[in-house]
């Protein structure tokens, strides 16, 4: 993650851009715990995290010379592909499902996708958010009650991975990540992401080659990115396929071990 200082901030910043009034009681008690966590990150030897943009995230604050990148892994075997089954005939073709999966909250980019999808309006498409829905969305969350946006709430790891199978498409919009542990799940799924530069994607992914990289705060280059895919389906499979085999060759747990 990024130093919490500056997750915080970011926090602050979205709910207000959403106009979700940030609650000062909590605010204070976080003052309190990061209080805390700078007293343990001056004592420690070294802090480790999971991407250098998380790194420069601890360097601004002043931590950079004990401050080491360490990429995570995923479990491959658990978050695997669906197995491919011959295409055939079809009087209709199929859902785009895009999906989520995270907290729904502000500072993990949830409005700029909402933003972006209905936008967009695509045809036999839905937008899956997987994950526990913070009570301050609930109001944003109503008005895109009708553009074909599902919420699962909280789901178990074997229901999260089905959804990662069952999906076209994985986007995680967030502005405020160090290498999004979600990201690689969706690549282990064999799934093309749609994300931005804030997420560590540019650790584990090539724009192009395993899913697209967007700027973080742009619903406009979001949406963009989401029509490409809707619109090359069997280029997004190929990057499927790159992904998964990324993570087989990088990113597994033996990886991270070593």
């Known amino acids: 993650a990024r130093h919490p200082r500056h997750w915080e901030q970011t926090r602050i910043e979205e709910s207000q851009r959403l106009g979700i009034k940030v609650n000062d009681g909590i605010v204070n008690l976080r003052e309190r715990l990061f209080q805390r966590r700078e007293r343990e990150f001056g ?15 601890f ?11 360490v990429p995570t892994g995923v479990d491959a075997d658990f978050f695997s592909p669906k197995r491919e089954i011959p295409k055939r005939e079809s009087v209709q073709p199929p859902v785009f499902r895009v999906c989520f999966v995270g ?15 209905k936008r967009l309006a695509l045809p036999r498409a839905e937008l899956l958010l997987v994950g526990t829905a913070l009570p301050e969305m609930e109001p ?20 999260v991975a089905q959804c990662y199978r069952e999906s076209s ?15 690689l799940e969706a690549m282990a799924s064999g799934l093309p992401a749609v994300t931005t530069s804030m997420t560590g994607a540019e650790e584990c992914m090539t724009d ?13 280059a979001l949406a963009d990115a989401i ?11 190929s990057m499927g396929r790159a992904a998964r085999a990324r993570i087989e060759n990088e990113f597994t747990l033996d990886h991270y071990n070593q």
């Open 43 to 57: 004592l420690c030897d070294r802090i480790v995290v999971p991407s250098n943009v998380a790194r420069q995230s």
């Open 59 to 69: 360097v601004e604050m002043g931590y950079g010379e004990k401050t080491e990148v």
């Open 103 to 117: 907290r729904v909250e502000p500072a993990k980019g949830v409005g700029y996708l909402l933003e972006a999808w």
């Open 140 to 159: 944003l969350l109503k008005t895109y009650a009708n553009c074909n946006v599902r919420l699962t709430g909280f789901l178990s790891p074997q229901e």
């Open 169 to 183: 498409l994985f986007v995680h919009p967030s502005p405020n990540e160090g290498l999004a542990r979600v990201l």
């Open 208 to 220: 192009g080659k395993h899913g697209l990289i967007v700027p973080p705060h742009d619903a406009d």
């Open 227 to 237: 029509l490409w895919c809707s619109r090359h389906p069997d280029e997004i499979q």
